[in-house]
């Protein structure tokens, strides 16, 4: 059984609660993510084209590093660039120049310019 290891169905049942919990850690979203894109195929597509016009895949791999920048650095990333580039690359759109461009300005639509480039703000207009 791929998700438990070595671990035969007869043993699985007389594991208590906290052993599945353990198990679940072991688990990351990336894991999680990619096991839906396999039992569903056309979910790659929706992530790509849908009607929001958004990566949905970006969308969620930029919620998770924005929040982490966020609650850890107090919404300040210490290289924009960087940022971006660990985003694209965690979410595997870093190879398709194609749309890469529209990516990495989206991205930026969640920083503040000038000064303050490295700070992240969810204002739709900044504050001066």
């Given at each position: 059984m791929k998700n438990y290891g070595n671990i035969s169905l007869l043993e699985l049942g007389k594991q208590d609660?906290?052993?599945f919990v353990r198990q679940a850690h072991?688990?990351?979203?990336?894991?999680i993510s990619e096991r839906?894109?396999?039992k569903f195929p056309q979910l790659r597509r929706?992530?790509?084209?849908?009607?929001?016009?958004?990566?949905?895949?970006?969308a969620i791999v930029l919620?998770?590093?924005?929040r982490h920048a966020i609650v850890h650095?107090?919404?300040?990333v210490s290289d924009k660039g960087e940022f971006i580039k660990k985003v694209l690359k965690d979410a595997s759109l870093h190879k398709n120049q194609k749309l890469l461009e529209r990516h990495v300005?989206?991205?930026?639509?969640?920083?503040r310019s000038g000064e303050h480039e490295n700070t992240i703000t969810f204002l739709k207009s900044q504050l001066t």
């Open positions: 609660f906290d052993w072991r688990e990351t979203l990336q894991n839906f894109r396999e929706l992530e790509a084209y849908n009607k929001l016009k958004i990566n949905l895949r970006l919620t998770e590093n924005l650095n107090k919404g300040i300005e989206f991205i930026k639509t969640f920083f």
